[in-house]
């Protein structure tokens, strides 16, 4: 067994093709033993640029969405649904939401003591008390930031409101790379090149993966019928 692995570590080779488009990367991985080679070709799908343009929305409108986003699950059942389905998942989304509300939290703290202090040493001026604190409070939002940014709290709190979108219907963003995964899922089967197509989604692409079948299905409605098998 030993002599196989290391048979088959020594003869995996990788190969990481230039980016094709905007739509798509590629790599090509040939797996061989003394007996078998396996030939893979992975196209990833690419939509930093959907991420990259909800991300730049200024925070005023990123942080509100994310709130509701955590409120709306807790008033419809979301949240329960999850936790009892999968309690691990729940605590890593929950995890980065509690990250936002610390970060908030700490800003208010922050402000609210600035406050304090101002009226402790100005005692006759509350408004001088009220503008340290709104100071002091933003001040500590923004140099808390990077460390939000980071730890990924930003992004995830920005990415599933829209997945939220998403599975009702809205969230326009998605077409395009749906669009893209499926017509190039269409070429693949198509093509009639290979033994097996398998679709595969991590993490945020789960819920994209239907969709890109569905409207695979659309374009082809044999597709992966009659040629070769076609799995998710």
């Excluded at 002091?136 to 997945?163: D, K, M, Q, S």
Aim: net charge neutral.
């Amino acid at each position: 067994m030993e002599k196989v692995q290391n048979d088959l570590v020594g003869q995996l080779r990788s190969q990481r093709s230039a980016d094709e488009s905007n739509d798509f990367a590629q790599w090509n991985i040939t797996t061989s033993a003394p007996n078998w080679t396996v030939a893979t070709r992975y196209d990833f799908l690419r939509y930093e640029d959907v991420l990259n343009a909800n991300l730049s929305e200024p925070l005023y409108r990123q942080i509100p969405r994310a709130l509701h986003w955590l409120i709306d699950d807790l008033v419809s059942g979301a949240t329960y649904r999850i936790i009892r389905a999968a309690w691990r998942f729940w605590i890593h989304l929950f995890g980065l939401q509690l990250g936002l509300l610390i970060w908030l939290a700490l800003a208010v703290i922050a402000g609210w003591l600035g406050g304090r202090i101002a009226l402790a040493v100005f005692p006759g001026a509350p408004w001088l008390g009220l503008l340290a604190g709104v100071a002091v409070a933003i001040g500590c939002f923004y140099a808390l930031r990077p460390i939000a940014e980071r730890t990924f709290i930003i992004r995830v709190n920005n990415c599933w409101p829209y997945l939220r979108e998403f599975g009702r219907g809205a969230a326009p963003c998605f077409d395009r790379p749906i669009e893209a995964a499926a017509g190039r899922l269409v070429e693949a089967v198509a093509a009639n090149d290979v033994d097996e197509i398998v679709v595969v989604a991590h993490s945020a692409g789960g819920p994209l993966a239907p969709a890109i079948l569905e409207k695979a299905l659309s374009l082809d409605p044999e597709l992966g019928r009659v040629v070769h098998p076609l799995s998710c």
